[in-house]
């Protein structure tokens, strides 16, 4: 068996094109959708990333507006700028890059956010919505995994779904989404027994733990789709390579579709982001017509 690539570059262009339809639209009535990013200190990756996010905003019609500040700023400078962003009708959605230099209250920061500009889907009142089965805004990353478990599998109701990895920002909020979607669930962490068995025993499986090639392609059940979140960079034949947490050659011969790494759950996490920002724009004015998944 060879496994079908889920393309997530594909289909982040086709959500950055309904995203950018409606901020379109949005725009002609007046209402130009905001997007508040707060980088602190001068992180590589980081940088990259932002600039990565600001770009598609600005392509997909969203206003941007950049808050750099040094490694020096400290967590209630950092709290006092989110508040301002709060009260700024400009702004409908604020992003806190993450990681903060140490010494920050990670917490404290993004409790101080309003949740109705949360477009992390971080907040504890988002994340308590989520698990009551209420409208909330969803961590991007698992909202663009459901969109491509979706596109390989349109129908989820009775599968079996493993989340590998239960972090606040994916594996969590992941499970809740299959839930929702009448999967029934099981989520594994670093005290888990015989994970092979429980991936042989799943129809969908989603790796979010962060250590390179840990779940073995021989694990998995034939036909399963695989989602693989993540972004492990290392060193292959004295070359710098990023990988998943899936070992996607021995995968793809055993899986019916995976995501290969990068390329795959990558893009999709900013086309949701931007997503999230028109939702929080339309919920500005008590619209109810939001951009779904």
Same mark, same amino acid.
């Given at each position: 068996?060879?496994?079908?690539?889920?393309?997530?570059?594909?289909?982040?262009?086709?959500?950055?094109?309904?995203?950018?339809?409606?901020?379109?639209?949005?725009?002609?009535?007046?209402?130009?959708?905001?997007?508040?990013?707060?980088?602190?200190?001068?992180?590589?990756?980081?940088?990259?990333?932002?600039?990565?996010?600001?770009?598609?905003?600005?392509?997909?019609?969203?206003?941007?507006?950049?808050?750099?500040?040094?490694?020096?700023?400290?967590?209630?400078?950092?709290?006092?700028?989110?508040?301002?962003?709060?009260?700024?009708?400009?702004? =409908?959605?604020?992003?806190?890059? $993450? @990681?903060?230099?140490? /010494?920050?209250? !990670?917490?404290? #920061?993004? *409790?101080?956010?309003? %949740?109705?500009?949360?477009?992390?889907?971080?907040?504890?009142?988002?994340?308590?919505?989520?698990?009551?089965?209420?409208?909330?805004?969803?961590?991007?990353?698992?909202?663009?995994?459901?969109?491509?478990?979706?596109?390989?599998?349109?129908?989820?109701?009775?599968?079996?779904?493993?989340?590998?990895?239960?972090?606040?920002?994916?594996?969590?909020?992941?499970?809740?989404?299959?839930?929702?979607?009448?999967?029934?669930?099981?989520?594994? =962490?670093?005290?888990?027994?015989? $994970? @092979?068995?429980?991936? /042989?025993?799943? !129809?969908?499986? #989603?790796? *979010?733990?962060?250590? %390179?090639?840990?779940?073995?392609?021989?694990?998995?059940?034939?036909?399963?789709?695989?989602?693989?979140?993540?972004?492990?960079?290392?060193?292959?034949?004295?070359?710098?390579?990023?990988?998943?947490?899936?070992?996607?050659?021995?995968?793809?011969?055993?899986?019916?579709?995976?995501?290969?790494?990068?390329?795959?759950?990558?893009?999709?996490?900013?086309?949701?982001?931007?997503?999230?920002?028109?939702?929080?724009?339309?919920?500005?004015?008590?619209?109810?017509?939001?951009?779904? @998944?």
């Amino acid at each position: 068996m060879t496994a079908t690539l889920i393309d997530g570059r594909a289909a982040a262009e086709r959500l950055r094109q309904r995203v950018a339809a409606r901020t379109a639209e949005l725009a002609a009535t007046g209402l130009v959708p905001g997007l508040a990013v707060v980088l602190v200190g001068d992180d590589p990756a980081s940088q990259i990333y932002v600039g990565s996010k600001t770009k598609q905003a600005q392509e997909t019609g969203i206003r941007h507006f950049d808050h750099r500040l040094p490694a020096t700023t400290g967590t209630q400078e950092l709290i006092a700028l989110v508040r301002r962003l709060n009260t700024d009708a400009d702004v =409908h959605g604020i992003l806190v890059q $993450l @990681p903060l230099p140490r /010494g920050v209250d !990670d917490s404290a #920061v993004l *409790a101080a956010i309003d %949740p109705t500009k949360d477009v992390d889907g971080f907040h504890a009142v988002n994340a308590g919505k989520l698990a009551l089965g209420e409208d909330a805004t969803v961590p991007c990353t698992p909202l663009g995994c459901l969109i491509l478990l979706r596109e390989a599998m349109p129908s989820l109701a009775g599968k079996r779904a493993l989340v590998i990895g239960r972090s606040n920002i994916v594996g969590k909020p992941m499970a809740q989404l299959l839930l929702q979607n009448d999967c029934t669930v099981t989520i594994a =962490h670093s005290k888990t027994q015989d $994970l @092979p068995a429980l991936c /042989g025993e799943s !129809d969908i499986v #989603v790796a *979010a733990i962060g250590r %390179p090639k840990a779940i073995a392609g021989q694990w998995l059940k034939p036909g399963a789709v695989v989602i693989d979140v993540g972004i492990n960079r290392v060193t292959i034949d004295g070359k710098s390579r990023v990988v998943g947490d899936v070992d996607f050659a021995s995968a793809s011969e055993r899986a019916g579709a995976i995501t290969p790494v990068p390329g795959g759950v990558g893009p999709m996490t900013i086309a949701c982001l931007l997503m999230n920002t028109v939702n929080a724009a339309i919920r500005s004015r008590g619209g109810t017509d939001l951009l779904r @998944p």
